[in-house]
């Protein structure tokens, strides 16, 4: 037996302890309805499942056995409406070893969302991954909630793979890069947006001006005042809608201002 | 002919000018912009083209409340309507045409069809929670002034997004409880004419939380965009309940569930810690930490801001709105009022008008918005949190951070 494998079978053991202790037989009767629950049944019959999570909270390995029981059952072929269960909690407790799981679910419309629920709140740098890994290979409905989770985890890496869907024909996809590269809200995020803003059409002229926004307002908040205002500068024309131009001017004022 | 022309193009002319100033005048930075009476039709009817134009999202329950309120202003041209149901539209539509005696008013399916419209000035929203912070954001992106039902949020990170949005754009943004000022005056008064002196703390009951819903689906009514109701919140099947607007919070409406609401904690929540935040003068801070208690399986929370002061929420022995105060007297400040007439409605017309912030500014809203979620985060996790108010971020503690938001259902980002 490794060392490494002696450290897991001691965690395995403490975490079945820990997970004893919040009423193992509850846990065990809960994880098995799970492989039967569908929509209609009383959520109440996973409720030991809810008492674990925060009985276990402070208890690594605790929570990595509970863990690993929602892993098997998301893997033992669920409904959909177990799934859907699973996903919220995991979106509480999930770590690393759900992402291969949660990941398997983004290119199914029926799952892709629920499986961001719990990977865009997994703070690991693989959840990441796996979202920005699955970004080519999704169809066109979903791309928009990847990247919108890409842009919250502001995940400089999927910065050119948004900027190239900036012109996407499906709107909803390039307001969504829109949206993403300006919440990542990095210079070279900025300056994607930017680039592309000269030749926005119609439709996507506010997007990409209020994403520049953003991300002048960021600059700002972080000290690069003229950064800020070269981005505001680029929207204070009269070609632009009035509100957009009143909110550039309003920035350029604004960083005169600031000390 | 010609001069009917003219007229008609000079006041088109008068008119966007007007939008124009409307959409690019700032409400948090310029000088209150006073419109002279006469202008705006004061000194008897208003003129059609200085109206306020207006339209409307989300018109079941309290959005029918909303139309019938702002369509019996004679400041406002209400033309045109939202709602996923066929029926509401009919309903709505008919309203509407009634009371200008036309058929002008257009009925959509899909608010972005509102949103790009240059003609409309100010939208209110009343859909239910899950909305809200979208539907708001994309009306200050597109110049629209908003008024939106309460509660404002669905989860802590939409605050500050909407507040972003409506200051980047110097909209007006108004939240939408009229409890705050109407029921609790009698709370508020006594507190700021200095007779509890200094207040140390104001107690809240209310509830229930928030539960999952798993009811079993049933087919979709005809004319009922089901999708569309459901936007960014997770796919489920449709069952009346899950969609009910009734008010009640017990699992047989909307405001009942998870992924729309914040159940009775938020519904309420939203008049209640509203007017406590108001009572204790708490409304331009959010709190710096909650406190979970569990007193022999007696579960209660505590919110503390920077300045010291408490919101308490179901601390045993303790009333409704019941103030903690040292009880000498202190010194007296004038209490808010509303702006305008009409209560709540005439407030946020006015500062439309006026440019100024109105008395449930979206600031306040979201402030209140945000006691309400951390209690729900503590109760959910059972234990106490320190809130990081500049970054909108649980101090040391990943997993709470995990509940600041949810992801989106495709294609909704924010």
Redo the contacts between chains.
């Keep these: 037996m490794t060392k490494e494998t002696t450290k897991l079978t001691l965690a395995a053991v403490t975490a079945t302890v820990a997970v004893a202790q919040t009423d193992s037989t509850a846990i065990n009767k809960a994880v098995e309805t799970l492989k039967t629950y569908d929509w209609g049944d009383d959520p109440e019959t996973l409720k030991p499942i809810d008492r674990a999570i925060i009985a276990t909270h402070g208890d690594t390995a605790a929570r990595m056995a509970l863990e690993k029981r929602l892993v098997e059952a998301l893997n033992g072929g669920i409904s959909r409406s177990a799934l859907d269960y699973v996903c919220r909690r995991l979106r509480i407790v999930g770590t690393r070893q759900s992402i291969e799981a949660l990941a398997a679910l983004l290119p199914s419309e029926d799952t892709s969302h629920i499986a961001r629920y719990a990977l865009e709140r997994i703070p690991d740098e693989k959840a990441v991954e796996a979202m920005r890994n699955s970004l080519p290979k999704v169809s066109n409905k979903l791309k928009p909630g990847i990247i919108g989770s890409l842009g919250k985890r502001r995940d400089k890496k999927s910065i050119q793979a948004i900027s190239n869907l900036l012109s996407d024909p499906d709107i909803q996809v390039a307001k969504a890069a829109a949206e993403s590269l300006a919440m990542i809200g990095t210079p070279d995020a900025a300056n994607e947006l930017s680039k592309f803003a000269k030749k926005a059409s119609a439709d996507m002229k506010i997007p990409v001006a209020d994403a520049c926004l953003m991300c002048a307002e960021q600059f700002m908040a972080s000290g690069q005042k003229s950064e800020a205002v070269a981005l505001y500068n680029e929207f204070k024309s009269d070609d632009q809608p009035a509100q957009v131009k009143a909110a550039a001017m309003k920035g350029i004022i604004t960083a005169a201002t600031k000390k | 002919m010609e001069n009917q022309k003219s007229k008609q193009a000079k006041n088109r002319g008068t008119f966007h000018s007007r939008r124009?100033f409307l959409?690019?005048?700032?409400a948090s930075?310029a000088l209150p912009y006073l419109v002279p009476a006469s202008v705006m039709g004061n000194a008897g009817s208003t003129a059609p083209s200085n109206r306020i134009v207006m339209a409307g999202i989300g018109i079941g329950n309290m959005g029918r409340g909303d139309q019938g309120n702002f369509l019996g202003r004679d400041d406002v041209q209400y033309v045109a309507m939202c709602d996923v149901k066929r029926d509401v539209r009919e309903w709505s539509k008919n309203q509407i045409d009634e009371k200008y005696g036309n058929k002008d008013c257009k009925a959509y399916n899909d608010f972005r069809e509102i949103m790009v419209r240059d003609d409309i000035d100010a939208v209110h929203c009343a859909t239910p929670d899950h909305w809200h912070a979208i539907i708001v954001i994309e009306a200050c992106?597109?110049?629209k002034d908003i008024y939106c039902q309460k509660p404002e949020t669905r989860t802590l990170r939409e605050g500050r997004l909407m507040i972003?949005a409506a200051r980047?754009?110097?909209r007006v943004v108004s939240g939408g409880s009229q409890r705050v000022l109407e029921d609790y005056r009698k709370i508020v008064d006594p507190c700021w004419n200095g007779d509890k002196g200094i207040i140390k703390s104001i107690n809240v009951n209310v509830g229930p939380f928030p539960?999952?819903c798993?009811?079993?689906?049933e087919p979709v009514p005809e004319g009922f965009d089901w999708d569309m109701w459901l936007g960014p919140a997770?796919?489920?099947?449709y069952h009346p309940h899950r969609c009910s607007g009734s008010y009640n919070i017990n699992g047989e409406s909307w405001r009942s569930f998870k992924d729309y609401s914040g159940g009775g904690m938020t519904d309420w929540g939203a008049h209640h810690f509203g007017g406590a935040t108001f009572a204790i003068d708490v409304r331009e801070l959010e709190p710096e930490e909650v406190i979970f208690h569990n007193e022999n399986g007696r579960k209660f929370a505590t919110c503390r801001y920077p300045n010291g002061k408490l919101i308490h929420h179901n601390y045993p022995g303790r009333g409704n709105m019941d103030v903690e105060g040292t009880n000498e007297k202190g010194p007296s400040k004038p209490v808010p009022d509303y702006a305008g007439t009409g209560g709540i409605y005439g407030d946020f017309i006015d500062c439309v008008k006026t440019r100024r912030r109105p008395f449930r500014d979206i600031e306040f809203a979201i402030h209140t918005a945000t006691v309400c979620h951390l209690f729900l985060v503590a109760y959910e996790?059972?234990?106490s949190l320190k809130w990081d108010t500049a970054n909108q971020r649980f101090i040391d503690d990943?997993?709470a951070?995990?509940?600041v938001?949810?992801?989106?259902?495709?294609?909704?980002?924010?």
């Design positions: 124009t959409k690019a005048t700032a930075v992106r597109n110049g972003d980047r754009y110097s539960i999952d798993n009811k079993k689906g997770p796919w489920a099947p996790l059972e234990r990943d997993e951070n995990r509940l938001d949810a992801a989106r259902r495709e294609p909704w980002v924010i």
